[in-house]
């Protein structure tokens, strides 16, 4: 008899959003392999038409809890690209720290809440807290450090409300900004720890590499998060973010909410990996030393290696986070009250979200309310790639036990630490 | 005591409810002395269709998802709706200000009239199903949800503030936010939230949504005394305050 495969994950589990996955095969051939997003789309771009410029981060933000602090900064220099608003150094070095908060929490959550469980063989974390509270502990004060971070710089962990264009409602005071160096100090040898247990479990992640190509920003001269142009690991070409609709090319497909994207190839890939591919010659040393203690090279292509290239940044904002705090305190935090007088214009504000680069384009009238928007998401960007792959990867795998096959997929897409309630917000608008 | 097996479930919504729950870090071990968590698909891979407490993220937008959330209902015996998309709809009912087929052919284009996109106007949960419990923020506050699962463990009532922000900003010694000329929405909103964003410069947007009878006019007397508008006011009500206008 046949044997036939046929698997269907009705919403995975620990990610971010709803998708599915659809796999049959029979006598070891894949006949039908399928990544689906039916994720309820929320209409971002159309809601924010006709609410004021001052408005636009507060509705902006809630795309996505996880990535918040992310959303609300590509709102706000996509605003300050608009108007033409220049923000001091001060402003700039505040907003590249309150966003490695953001890096951190979410990179933690993601490898310590929502992987971890693959790889020490349970369903969740829980039934980690009785086998292994060393390790559940140590994950919950790196979390915790996150979120304190962005609670100091952004007035709350989830949805900052200090943010605004043109600087910030209040400062962080130096005593705040001293409170957090020491944490984030004391949180190396916690960072160490967790790196020598993913280490440890490494071995657990499949062997699995397809050739992809990888997107993310690049420049100036350090490992950004928050500045530079878009690049690729196909072309030396560097693309300013204000063209990025020729990078992101969208498209519809009927097994998704959200659009596709592609650029040089039929999908490409954004996230830790893409910035570690490009960037890597810029990693601090403890971050450079923990990717090489993973054996973890420019040029890796298996989308596993995520994982470990989100551990490997998170030492990247700690070192990266402490020198911005010694030059903010060796300068002193000065006053630098707002005032932003509203004018007509278009602008793009991108960042690089935890999972991947984003994009925000918005139009204003002369009042300073929005006419336009067009927000790319990175998971988006990420959906088609994730489909390339399973096209890939189930014929390797096809020979093993269903329950095997359907862990391995879902490892997969967790892999890619998807957020796919941001995804499906995505627009189709000409700009004149 | 036997455990509470609760199940949480979402639908549309940023999911940033459910992350302040991972936010609690370790007073979540102290709520699992408390509750048993049967299925948390943002957390966990097991699943359940046996559970005492449902609480529900987000709002709802299809039809398909009116069905779900009945299904669930009918299961629960007391059902929590978690944080502004679930209490009030929350910003998902900007998109009620628009119509639905422009909405569509906003954001997906040519491509909008394809079945798997449709959408209708933005329900909060309480206008589906009868909601037991709100834990009211956008996003919530741990502690408040903490102490809500913490009431009903233990059979008591859980007590949440029906009086305006305004009382605790003022507890906070903050400057009001007309005095800056801004527009705030704290003398109408429910309180709970400790005044987090005038504290930190920002005004009241509304998140938790009205307080029962709100003092209609002492807000308007506000909004005379400093020169603002009912124009002025819907602007910023429209953001988290869509459909609660009374």
Known sequence: ?432 | MAKLKTAIFDFACCEGCQLQIYNMEEEILDLLTLVHPVEWREAMSDQSEDYDVAIIEGSVTRREDEKRLKEIREKAKILIALGACATIGGVNKIKNHFEMEEVKACVYGDDARRPHLNTYPTKAVGEIVKVNYMVHGCPIDGEEFATIVRCLAMGKEPKIPNYPVCVECKMKENVCRFEYGEICLGPITRAGCGAKCPSSGMWCFGCRGFVDNPNVNAAKDVMDQYGKTIDDLSGKMLLFGTEQEQ
Not at chain 1, 22 to 37: F, I, M
Not at chain 1, 64 to 72: A, D, F, N, R
């Open chain 1, 1 to 432: 008899m046949a044997k036939r495969v046929d698997i269907s994950v009705h919403h995975v589990t620990r990610v971010e959003g709803h998708g599915n996955i659809r796999l049959r095969a029979s006598d070891g051939k894949v006949e039908h392999v399928e990544w689906q997003v039916p994720e309820a789309p929320r209409f971002f771009e159309a809601m924010v038409r006709g609410r004021s410029f001052e408005d636009i981060q507060t509705i902006v933000s809630r795309i996505c809890g996880i990535c918040s602090v992310t959303h609300s900064m590509a709102a706000i220099k996509g605003i300050e690209d608009a108007m033409g608003i220049e923000v001091s150094e001060q402003t700039d070095k505040l907003r590249i720290l309150c966003h490695y908060g953001e890096q951190i929490e979410s990179h933690i959550l993601h490898v310590g809440y929502l992987v971890a469980p693959d790889l020490l063989g349970q369903k969740s974390v829980i039934p980690l807290v009785k086998s292994h509270p060393d390790v559940v502990k140590t994950i919950i004060r790196l979390h915790r450090l996150g979120n304190t971070w962005m609670e100091i710089i952004g007035g709350r962990m989830t949805h900052p409300v200090t943010l605004k264009p043109g600087g910030f409602t209040v400062l962080p005071t130096e005593e705040k900004l001293r409170q957090l160096k020491g944490m984030m100090e004391d949180a190396i040898p916690d960072l160490k720890a967790l790196a020598e247990v993913v280490l440890g479990l490494a071995d657990k992640l499949p062997d699995f590499d397809r050739d992809t190509e990888y997107i993310a920003l690049s420049g100036p001269d350090y490992y950004t998060f928050y500045h530079g142009d878009i690049v690729s690991t196909d072309t030396d070409e560097k693309v300013p973010v204000q063209e990025f609709e020729r990078v992101v090319n969208e498209y519809v497909v009927a097994q998704s909410t959200a659009k596709w994207c592609k650029w040089h190839r039929d999908s490409y890939a954004v996230g830790a990996l893409a910035r570690f591919n490009l960037n890597a010659d810029l990693l601090t040393p403890l971050a450079a030393q923990t990717a090489k203690a993973f054996g973890l090279k420019k040029g890796a292509c298996n989308p596993f290696l995520n994982n470990v290239a989100q551990v490997v940044e998170c030492a990247q904002v700690i070192e990266h986070g402490l020198e911005l705090l010694d030059e903010l305190l060796t300068t002193g935090i000065k006053p630098e009250p707002v005032k932003v007088e509203p004018k007509t214009g278009e602008g793009v504000g991108s960042v690089e979200a935890p999972r991947g680069i984003l994009f925000h384009r918005y139009a204003f009238d002369e009042k300073g309310f929005c006419t336009k928007a067009n927000i790319c998401i990175p998971t988006g960007q990420n959906h088609a790639n994730i489909q390339k792959d399973f096209e890939a990867f189930a014929p390797q795998i096809i020979d093993r036990d269903q329950d095997e096959i359907r862990l391995l997929l879902e490892m997969l897409v967790r892999s890619y630490d998807p957020c796919i309630s941001c995804s499906t917000h995505y627009l189709n608008v000409e700009f004149v």
